[in-house]
Each structure stands twice: as C-alpha cells, then as structure tokens.
C-alpha cells in the first residue's frame, strides 16, 4: 500500500547541508496501524512531508499502490497536532468536515451522509452547527479526525495528534482511533513521542535512530487485538513491550546504530 524506499533528506541551510534523514526504507500493508516513534530531532516530522508529498526527498521515494508520490496524493488525510491552526474558525464544525469533499465536487446528498457518519463515529453528531472555537481541545481534535474520516482516504497520517490534549481526553482519542480504524480498514501511519501510546495503539512500532536517521528497529507489538486502557496496559507483555522501545530510544538517543546501518 505505501512503500518508502530508501529515502534521504538533506537540507540546504546557510550553515551548509543538515542530513535529516539517511535512509528509511518500509512498507506499510492494506490496512495496518504503524507507530512511529524516535528522539527528538529523528526527522519524524521530515518523513511524513515527504510521505504527504509536501516536500520531496533528496533521495528515494514513496510509492503509494505502487504509484510515485510527487504531490500531496488525493487518497491521503494528515491529522497534525495542532488542531487549533488546522481548523477553519468562521465555519461550523460541518462546514469544516464537509470542505475537503466539497472541494472534490461531490454531490451534497452524499456530503451530508458522509459528513453525518464521521461525526457519529467520533462522538459529535450533537454539536454541528458550533463553531471549533466554542469546543474543547479535545473536541477539536476530534473535529480534526472526523474531517479526515469523512474523506475517506486509503492512507491516514497522524503527526502527534494528542500531544496538546489532556491525559483522560488523550486516552479517550487513542482508543476512538482503534475504533475508526478497525471499522474503516484505512492504512495509518501514526507519528508519536510517547512511547506506551505507540505499544498501546499499533500493531506495529517503527523506532527511528538519531538524525541522520535510519531504521533503529522495526518491531511487531503481538498483543492482543482487542485493546483497553485498563487491561491492555496492565499485561506483563505491554509492559515488557514499552520497555524494549524505551531501551531502543536511549539507544538511539546516545548515537548507537543498528549494525547494519553504521556506515
Ligand atoms: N526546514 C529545515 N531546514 C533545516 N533543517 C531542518 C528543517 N526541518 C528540520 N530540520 C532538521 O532536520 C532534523 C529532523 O527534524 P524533524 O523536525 O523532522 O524531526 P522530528 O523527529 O519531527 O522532531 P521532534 O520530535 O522534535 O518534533 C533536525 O535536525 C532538524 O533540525
């Protein structure tokens, strides 16, 4: 479904070139929930402009089903952290779900439907007719995912999309985006810096080194599917899990690199 093959990034600055990323090679199946997780600075950031095609590599490429990205692809939603600056405040919280499909010109009838289900789905079928600025934070973020829910797009890519949100309304956010994902079936790619939120949420954690980064390790998260805040987080295995990544991100943090990427 998306594929990044060997990709590298050096930017050009008056202090001379900065190699963000080294190389980055993955794919990522129909379907699947990956975390990506990384120290500060390992170009997560980097890596998901050049995935949306908002930016292009210096080298390698991104194959979304096999076709090369060289512009943000239309089958493709960005949820970013800061909800606040990616909502429109002078439309309603329906207007605000509904431009993206207006954009595409699709007919109202199927707009509203579309429009009805993402707000259901995310808990605010009751306030469509707000404002984002009469909402919380959370229920903002909400707004956020419900506009990319209602796009339908094949690939979801979050950049820390909780970060700016609160501990309970954080949890309640992680777990609506299980639901969304299992009933949607889409391709996420989730960016995030806590690490029990990566084990908790994927199926999957992808660990970045430090810049100039490359692949630190890609590891499977074999816990059950059916995931709870209580009981999931509460199992040997999560615990055994967080830890790992933990190590991992120390690792990295200290300039250790994978073997075969130490050249
Ligand atoms: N526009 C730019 N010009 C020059 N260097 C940049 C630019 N954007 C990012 N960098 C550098 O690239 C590296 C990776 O940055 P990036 O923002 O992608 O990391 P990140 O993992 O998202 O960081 P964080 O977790 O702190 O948000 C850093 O060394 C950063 O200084």
Not at 189 to 198: C, G, N, Q, R
Request: proline content about 6%.
């Amino acid at each position: 479904m998306l594929s990044v093959r060997g990709l590298k990034k050096v930017y050009q600055t008056d202090g001379g070139p900065i190699e963000a990323v080294r190389n980055l090679t993955f794919d990522l199946r129909p379907g699947e929930l990956a975390c990506l997780v990384g120290p500060s600075g390992s170009g997560k950031t980097t890596l998901l402009k050049c995935i949306s095609g908002l930016m292009a590599p210096t080298e390698g490429e991104v194959l979304l089903n096999g076709v090369k990205v060289s512009g943000p692809p239309k089958k493709m939603a960005v949820v970013f952290q800061e909800y606040g600056r990616s909502l429109f405040p002078w439309m309603r919280v329906r207007e605000n779900v509904e431009l993206p499909l207006k954009n595409q010109g699709m007919p109202k009838a199927q707009r509203d439907k579309l429009v009805d289900e993402a707000l259901e789905a995310v808990g605010l079928d009751h306030v469509p007719m707000s404002y984002p600025w009469q909402l919380s934070g959370g229920m903002q973020q909400r707004v956020a995912i419900a506009r990319a829910v209602a796009y339908q797009p094949e690939v979801l890519l979050m950049d820390e999309p909780f970060a700016a949100v609160d501990a309970q309304t954080r949890a309640d956010l992680e777990d609506l985006i299980r639901t969304v994902w299992r009933k949607l079936g889409v391709t996420v790619l989730f960016v995030t810096h806590d690490i029990d939120e990566s084990v908790y949420l994927g199926e999957r954690v992808i660990i970045l080194s430090s810049s100039p980064t490359v692949i630190q390790e890609d590891l499977v998260i074999d816990l059950p599917d059916e995931r709870d805040q209580l009981n999931t987080r509460s199992l040997p295995r999560f615990t055994e899990l967080r830890h790992h990544v933990y190590e991992q991100i120390q690792l990295a943090k200290a300039g250790h690199r994978p073997a075969a990427a130490a050249h």
